[in-house]
């Protein structure tokens, strides 16, 4: 069975590790060439946008696709919008894992807004140091709020793009340690944590340091995000893969081998 999943998650890099020597399978992982040196993938990696959802769609048909899982980012809106519309023109079985939203603790200082320019505006007119932890496609919006000292962890350099005119880098990409982020936000002197709620364990310890630490968090919402047969992790989906390839008509079983 052919199988596309949309990647750019430890979900979808679990997914490909259980389906990468599974001769059930042929699994193509697509990635959208956001970071200059993604880690090494152990199935057939395809980078760069389709082209909208005709390209996904005409993509999808060209390859003889049987079925497509959704593992893209809960902040990664629009290809998810791509994906149901082309599945659904091409009446392909999609299901989406979908990682759980973090939940407010006691002690949580959070400030939940919108999008990254409410974020720049919840920081306030007093100037204080800011952790940004967020792609850095997103940091253009704290040019708007420059009387700030930022620091902001990123995975490759921000690139030319506008930013905030006192801001440095950190680069580095998760899973984050528990005491290091303690750490950091003491000698670092934050004032205030940006961070979107993206779920998982991989970024929470910077969540966990900040409640122990009295810091506020400026939480930027999830975006509405659309998805197929909603499954909760990679395991999930390999499950759901079977269940379709136990349910294919023959011309698709025959086509996977
Ligand atoms: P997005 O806004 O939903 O997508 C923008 C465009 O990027 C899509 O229309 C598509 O281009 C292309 N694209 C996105 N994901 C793709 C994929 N897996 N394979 C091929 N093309 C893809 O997405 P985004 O928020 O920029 O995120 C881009 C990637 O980074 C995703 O793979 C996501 O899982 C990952 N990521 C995102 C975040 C985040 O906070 N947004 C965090 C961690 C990882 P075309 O229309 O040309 O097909």
């Not at 996904?56 to 290809?79: C, F, G, K, N, S």
Request: aromatic share 6%; net charge neutral; proline share 7%.
């Amino acid at each position: 069975m052919r199988v596309l999943i949309l990647g750019g998650t430890t979900e979808a890099s679990e997914l490909a590790r259980l389906l990468a020597d599974d001769g059930r399978f042929a699994a193509t992982l697509s990635l959208a060439g956001r970071t200059v040196a993604p880690r090494p993938q152990p199935l057939p990696t395809r980078i760069g946008g389709f082209g909208g959802t005709a390209g996904l769609e005409a993509w999808l048909r060209d390859h003889a696709v049987d079925a497509v899982i959704d593992a893209t980012h809960p902040y990664a809106d629009q290809i998810s919008r791509n994906v149901v519309a082309a599945c659904a023109a091409l009446a392909l079985p999609l299901a989406s894992i979908r990682r759980a939203a973090w939940q407010r603790e006691d002690g949580d200082r959070w400030i939940e807004v919108d999008s990254s320019e409410a974020a720049a505006e919840a920081l306030g007119a007093i100037a204080v140091r800011v952790f940004l932890s967020l792609g850095r496609l997103e940091l253009t919006a704290f040019a708007a709020a420059p009387q700030h000292h930022y620091i902001a962890r990123t995975i490759d350099p921000p690139g030319d793009i506008l930013l905030p005119p006192d801001i440095s880098f950190i680069s580095d990409r998760g899973p984050f340690d528990a005491v290091k982020e303690h750490d950091f936000l003491v000698q670092e002197r934050i004032a205030f944590v940006v961070s979107k709620n993206s779920g998982g364990t991989a970024t929470y310890p910077k969540i966990a340091a900040a409640r122990r630490l009295g810091i506020p968090v400026v939480m930027i919402a999830r975006p509405d995000k659309p998805h197929g047969v909603a499954l909760e992790s990679a395991a999930a989906a390999v499950r759901w893969l079977e269940d379709q390839l136990a349910h294919a008509p023959p011309s698709t079983s025959r086509r996977s081998v």
